[in-house]
């Protein structure tokens, strides 16, 4: 069965430095998203993506936050000088249609100390 | 601003015992409500989308239910296997990058 998958899988970093998650979405699908999740908290959605360029984001991903499709099957979330408050679960997804269900990967655990 | 209210926030059952979650939501105009199971340090894995008031969902032990102000969960003879965090998610008409309002959840265990 088709599934996204998201490395690695666990990443520690020290504050003030440069992480990127990669996923791989569903090798069809159109609509590529990140959302991540603190520890005891909900689901946030940060950003989607599609035709290769961000169709909505919220008010949690600014400027420290990109997205990029570097090639026909990855999608990376690059995080710029991170801070104690970025660790989280970190969620790709990805559907086929707007409207459509998204399928979530396993997720990135990020810790920063 | 969309708003997603699950309850409760916890439900410990015995195996066989059925009960229903509630999600309630505020938004406007919606095009879809979804159901997810997490299960402690996974992703969100799919159930149900629910697009209109009155429409019903079945898989396995579990059906969705939706009206035009909340969306239930009903799980019938539920085994410790079901036991997870339920999460209910809506999709508004106006988002344009199918954005998910997630709810704070319903954690599960289903006791043998």
């Known amino acids: 069965e088709p599934e996204v998958t998201q490395t690695p899988s666990h990443q520690v970093t020290q504050m003030g430095q440069e992480v990127i998650l990669r996923c791989v979405p569903i090798?069809?699908?159109?609509?590529f998203y990140w959302y991540r999740q603190i520890l005891g908290q909900k689901v946030e959605f940060l950003v989607s993506?599609?035709?290769?360029?961000?169709?909505?984001k919220s008010e949690i991903f600014d400027d420290q936050f990109s997205v990029e499709r570097p090639d026909g099957s990855n999608f990376t979330l690059k995080i710029r000088s991170t801070k104690l408050e970025d660790s989280a679960m970190y969620f790709c997804?990805?559907?086929?249609?707007?409207?459509?269900?998204?399928?979530f990967g396993q997720g990135t655990r990020l810790t920063v100390v | 601003e969309d708003q997603v209210t699950q309850s409760p926030e916890a439900l410990r059952l015995q195996e066989g015992e059925s009960s229903s979650l509630n999600c309630s939501y505020t938004?406007?105009?919606?095009?879809?409500l979804f159901w997810y199971r997490q299960d402690p340090g996974k992703g969100p894995e799919f159930l149900f989308t629910?697009?209109?008031a009155g429409e019903e969902k079945e898989k396995e032990r579990l059906k969705a239910t939706l009206t035009k102000k909340e969306s239930f969960l009903h799980i019938t003879a539920p085994k410790p296997e079901d036991s997870a965090t339920y999460l209910c998610?809506?999709?508004?008409?106006?988002?344009?990058?199918?954005?998910?309002?997630f709810g704070e959840g319903t954690q599960l265990t289903v006791n043998p």
């Open positions: 997804a990805s559907s086929s249609d707007r409207g459509t269900e998204a399928f």
């Open positions: 090798s069809n699908h159109l609509y």
């Open positions: 993506f599609y035709n290769n360029e961000i169709s909505e």
């Open positions: 938004v406007s105009g919606l095009r879809g």
């Open positions: 629910l697009y209109s």
């Open positions: 998610a809506v999709q508004a008409m106006k988002t344009s990058g199918s954005r998910l309002t």
